[in-house]
């Protein structure tokens, strides 16, 4: 098939290079240039600008997938892509907007009979080899006319076992990607995902702060342990009840430096576990965990423990999050006033 990807980021580049490996078109483009030209070089068509993605889209209806921020640059691409695409062609948004947004940006497109996917897309900087796990939300025909795209992308089968007694008609789930309901359901999956992904690794990192401090001079000497935490989490990995593929580059991290200095502890949010905490209020289910875990890293930004050292280094290791390189706070959801007056002002 052919694809528009705009956003060469982190995830949108290593995305139109795993499409293209699985024999996919993608014509790509970046407000910085640099990205463009690599992609072409691997047998991307590079454009310029929004209007030369859809005019070097042959095949009709077309697909364009915007791997943008969460925010107004997300918003005023979706919307000029709505200027500029005609009926039945399809706009993706795979980043991680706030999923009450895409229920308002799929009725607005509607109207031009454009339709409108969202696609929470978990996988981060490894998703390239070992694929991305997708939650999908729109209208059926439009997922299903893009199956090729989201199975290209998705991580397979694999070596994975199958779950003892599942039986289903749809085997897009044991292959990594579902097609989660309507418009802003796909990203709402994701949103929970990234909520329990903040409760998972407040776990891991409160534990081994608890095991680092087990050497403090504060406990009688005969109850000091100096505990090798490289070896703790190696052997964790291996046969435990709490492996996990965290587990796994918060091993990675300590092997590598197992004081992890290269790492503040500065933990930043990204706005899923916010609104999921939001949700969990609309909804009125509780839930501690996910709200501590957000709280724990607003603490981080104040001050440093071991424990928030492992929260970062597990973070850079998913996703390429550096300290310092993102802003205090996410973007707040965007108005429609608020959209900046040209797409091409930001890259994810």
Known sequence: MQIGVIGLGRMGGNISRRLMKAGHHCVVFDANAK????????????AGSLAQVVTALGDKPRAVWVMLPAGPITEETVERLGGLLEP?????????????DDIRRAKNLAEKRIRYVDCGTSGGVWGIDRGYCMMIGGPKEAVDHLDPIFAALAPGLGDIPRTPGRKTDDPRAERGYIHAGPSGAGHFVKMVHNGIEYGLM?????????????????????ERFALNMPDIAEVWRRGSVISSWLLDLGAAALTKDPQ?????GFVQDSGEGRWTIEAAIEEAVPADVLSSALYARFRSRQEHTFGEKMLSAMRFGFGGHIEGNEPIDP?????????????HNAAE
């Open 260 to 264: 992890l200095k290269d790492f503040s």
């Open 202 to 222: 407040q776990a891991y990192a409160e534990g081994f702060d608890i095991l680092r401090n087990k050497a403090s001079k504060d406990l009688p000497e005969d």
């Open 88 to 100: 039945d062609d399809v706009i993706i948004d795979g980043g991680n907007s706030f999923y009450k």
């Open 35 to 46: 990205p463009r030209e690599a992609l072409a070089k691997e047998g991307a068509k590079a």
């Open 331 to 343: 973007e707040p959801k965007p108005e429609k006033s608020q959209a900046h007056s040209s797409a």
